[in-house]
């Protein structure tokens, strides 16, 4: 089965071009980022703040197993409804610098839509770094459940 | 030729897949790898042979110490890194369209 998904990332290049096909009319993708409420059930994410125009910004906040808060903002540059986001992304707290996100949606069909994401990292190797978060946690979360498996062992 | 499965089984296993994130930022000897460990070296070893076998990770003397590092024009390695991250978008965005097929709007 063909991928919905797909991540597009050359080797030594400071970009990811991300691109997904939706089974949606392109203003119901666009309202999907558009609406905080909407935003916080698919990111999986609390929204602080969203101002969707040009020189406005957002706030997102998740909350780790551990009860810890991570924060995320950014600032809008672009906002045409149905048509494009530009907005600059940063993680806080963390030694990931900021990223440049250009969003654009477009009709397929009159059902159909898609989704291009293209990110502009600051050096090729902070966006590797980033790429490669979600094998390193998952990595971690491997860790941690063969250490909590180990642990009650010993206890016996 | 069965490549392909010894790759999937390579990085089947946490601690090689460890091993290939550690080496994927710079080259390292056996020794600065298995440091990383609380597994006995030999055991570490046995796993960069794997990994070498399946051409995962390439050796390199320079003088007289064995380098390891990612053999980068092995694409699938990449394609297995990015796989998680791929996944994490794609489980957002399966959730955004599940989303939206039942949205009503407000007004």
Redesign the interface.
């Given at each position: 089965m063909e991928k919905k998904t797909k991540i597009n990332a050359e080797d030594g290049k400071q970009e990811i071009v991300i691109t997904r096909e939706f089974d949606l009319p392109v203003a119901l993708l666009f309202t999907a980022y558009v609406e905080p409420e909407i935003v916080e059930q698919w990111m999986g994410t609390k929204v602080l703040k969203l101002e969707n125009k040009r020189h406005g910004s957002y706030q997102f906040q998740t909350t780790d197993p551990k009860g810890n808060k991570h924060n995320f903002n950014g600032t809008v540059h672009e906002f045409e409804p149905d048509h494009k986001i530009t907005r600059t992304f940063e993680m806080e707290n963390t030694t990931f610098p900021v990223q440049l996100e250009y969003l654009t949606f477009a009709p397929l069909t009159m059902h159909t839509s898609q989704l291009t994401m293209h990110i502009v990292y600051k050096s090729v190797a902070d966006r590797d770094n980033m790429l490669k978060l979600p094998f390193a946690q998952g990595l971690n979360m491997a860790h941690n459940r063969l250490q909590e498996i180990v642990s009650k062992l010993n206890k016996r | 030729m069965n490549l392909r499965r010894d790759v999937f089984q390579a990085i089947a296993d946490?601690t090689r897949?460890?091993i290939l994130?550690l080496v994927?930022?710079q080259s390292m000897t056996a020794g600065a790898i298995a440091a990383n460990f609380d597994t006995a070296r030999p055991t570490v070893s046995k796993h960069l042979q794997i990994l070498t076998e399946c051409e995962l990770l390439k050796q390199e003397q320079i003088g007289r110490e064995v380098h390891y590092h990612l053999n980068?024009a092995n694409m699938k390695v990449?394609a297995d890194?990015?796989?998680?991250?791929?996944?994490?978008?794609?489980n957002?965005?399966?959730?955004?369209?599940q989303?939206?097929?039942s949205?009503k709007p407000k007004n």
């Open positions: - | 946490p897949r460890a994130l994927a930022s980068a990449v890194f990015l796989e998680p991250f791929r996944q994490l978008w794609d957002r965005f399966n959730k955004l369209e989303i939206m097929k949205y």
